[in-house]
């Protein structure tokens, strides 16, 4: 990333483009450099469980390095727009709660949920998400912790009836926005007071 830095810098001034990284874990000189660019936004797994960041993801990394960037993100004033994957851990909630308690203390620019999709011909093949209940559960929780923080339901997360069931939990506990909503979510959005509004981007640029 910091061999681009300069080409960030240009991408700003001649283009005025909008620029949001995906920087792993940045330390402090990745930091002062995207500060110095003034990026928009960083996006980054927030992950509370080593067993996750060890079996999953596969890193020399602990719970405590994350929390650690989410300071330094805020300490450089870069806006940060941390994930947290529900059911990462082979289906299980091992350390959701533990990377929301993390997020809390610096509140994000966005924060993006999604939730395990099991892919064909992976590791996680055959994986059972997280139940409904877990689900609506941290959906509630996140809001009651970030009200003000627009809280966002990304794109991944299972397909079919369960898709469906997830949008609606969203909507109910109050979050700001749905990536590719299941059909007929709009008019339930409706039939809540609520008035739907569309945006071509990514989530994480919604804000």
């Known amino acids: 990333l910091l061999?681009?830095?300069?080409d960030m810098k240009r991408i700003r001034a001649e283009l005025g483009m909008v620029i949001r990284v995906h920087?792993?874990?940045?330390?402090?000189?990745?930091?002062?450099a995207l500060a110095d660019v003034r990026v928009d936004g960083v996006m980054l797994d927030i992950i509370g469980d080593?067993?996750?960041?060890?079996?999953?993801?596969?890193l020399d990394a602990k719970p405590?390095?994350?929390?650690?960037?989410?300071?330094?993100?805020?300490?450089?004033?870069?806006?940060?727009?941390?994930?947290?994957?529900l059911g990462h851990y082979f289906?299980?909630?091992?350390?959701?709660?533990?990377?929301?308690?993390?997020?809390k203390?610096?509140?994000?620019k966005i924060l993006v949920l999604v939730i395990l999709l099991p892919l064909t011909g992976t590791g996680m093949e055959g994986v059972i998400p997280p139940s409904m209940d877990e689900i609506g559960v941290f959906f509630e929780t996140a809001r009651l912790l970030l009200p003000t923080t627009p809280i966002l339901l990304g794109c991944a997360r299972p397909l079919g009836n369960m898709k469906i069931e997830i949008d609606k939990s969203a909507i109910n506990a109050g979050l700001n926005?749905?990536?590719?909503?299941?059909e007929g979510i709009v008019g339930y959005a409706?039939?809540?007071?609520?008035?739907?509004?569309?945006?071509?981007?990514c989530c994480g640029v919604t804000w």
Not at 50 to 58: C, F, G, L, N, R
Not at 105 to 108: G, I, R, S, V
Not at 177 to 182: E, K, L, N, Q, V
């Open 3 to 6: 061999s681009h830095i300069d």
């Open 23 to 32: 920087p792993g874990l940045p330390n402090e000189e990745t930091c002062d």
């Open 50 to 58: 080593q067993e996750t960041i060890t079996d999953v993801y596969h």
């Open 64 to 85: 405590s390095d994350y929390e650690a960037v989410l300071e330094r993100l805020q300490r450089h004033k870069i806006p940060a727009i941390p994930h947290i994957v």
């Open 91 to 103: 289906g299980k909630m091992n350390g959701e709660w533990a990377a929301l308690d993390m997020i």
């Open 105 to 108: 203390k610096y509140p994000p």
């Open 177 to 182: 926005g749905i990536a590719f909503p299941s």
């Open 190 to 201: 409706q039939e809540k007071g609520l008035e739907p509004s569309f945006i071509n981007a």
